[in-house]
């Protein structure tokens, strides 16, 4: 039997606030992160994401307070990112009741952050997250500072290391895609599927069921990432498991 696909809500949070943007710009209000996780753990999500993403931009730590709360009534898996820089804050963050940490800009800077953490905590708990941009066919650069910095660093290439170093899953965002609801970069996420072994979540472009299915069926992604069509109830996280299920594709049904 094969294994579930996920459906990951992702609360974006500046500030306090979730929010929205369009290729990380733009940002608009989406509501309060307490009362979106709880509406999410009420619709039957399998996770959430939780990313504070300025705070590595602003050189800040993340909100412990927002994700301690989130954690202590929600009760679906959570991932949480943004401003993690070392082995201590990893730990912190366990155990404020996360389940997960992403890292981006961290691992980028000191990519046996990845491995010191599997060692620790477990390659399970150890999401790298890779924001990338096209710059040409069949090549992508990674960003970082909540994608205001190119790095010059290859996606595929980093993605394969983030694995060997002991990434449990990669999260990789089209930069190019983000908030269009043009659907996933699908030629990003079946060459990643080719190149590594970890389960790969699929972000940036949501904007149909369509898509959430292409994504599984195209390009092979473990799971989806999405956003806007969540946080503004364009479809609820039934509706897309519905769809996905009479499509022939399995996922958890509560």
């Known amino acids: 039997m ?11 949070v500046d500030q306090g606030r979730v929010v929205k943007g369009v290729n990380f ?36 730590g ?10 202590d009534q ?22 404020a009741g996360a389940d997960k940490v992403s890292l981006n ?18 390659s399970q708990c150890m999401v790298v997250a890779i924001d990338v941009k096209r710059i040409s066919s069949g090549r992508w650069e990674v960003y970082t500072h909540g994608g205001r910095r190119p790095v010059g660093i290859d996606g595929l290439a980093w993605a394969a290391e983030a694995q060997e170093r002991g990434a449990g899953e990669l999260l990789v965002t ?15 996420l079946a060459t990643l599927d080719t190149l590594v072994g970890i389960p790969v979540i699929a972000s940036g472009g949501a904007g149909s069921l369509d898509h959430l299915r292409d994504a599984f069926v195209i390009g092979r992604a473990h799971a989806v990432l999405a956003a806007s069509i969540f946080h503004f109830r364009t479809y609820s996280i039934e509706e897309a498991k519905a769809f996905l299920q009479s499509c022939g594709i399995t996922v958890r049904v509560s």
């Open 2 to 12: 094969s294994l579930a696909k996920r459906i990951i809500p992702c609360l974006d």
């Open 25 to 60: 710009v733009d940002l608009v209000d989406a509501g309060d992160p307490l009362e979106q996780a709880f509406h999410y753990n009420d619709e039957g999500a399998d996770e959430l994401v939780f990313l504070d993403i300025t705070a590595t931009h602003d050189n800040r």
């Open 62 to 71: 993340i909100m412990r307070d927002v994700v301690r709360q989130t954690a």
């Open 74 to 95: 929600v009760f679906i898996p959570l991932t949480v990112g943004g401003g993690l820089r070392t082995l201590e804050d990893i730990r912190q963050m366990l155990h």
């Open 105 to 122: 800009s961290a691992a980028i800077r000191n990519p046996e952050l990845i491995t010191q953490g599997a060692e620790e905590f477990g």
């Open 174 to 188: 089209s930069m190019d895609r983000d908030g269009t609801r043009y659907g996933y970069d699908l030629e990003l």
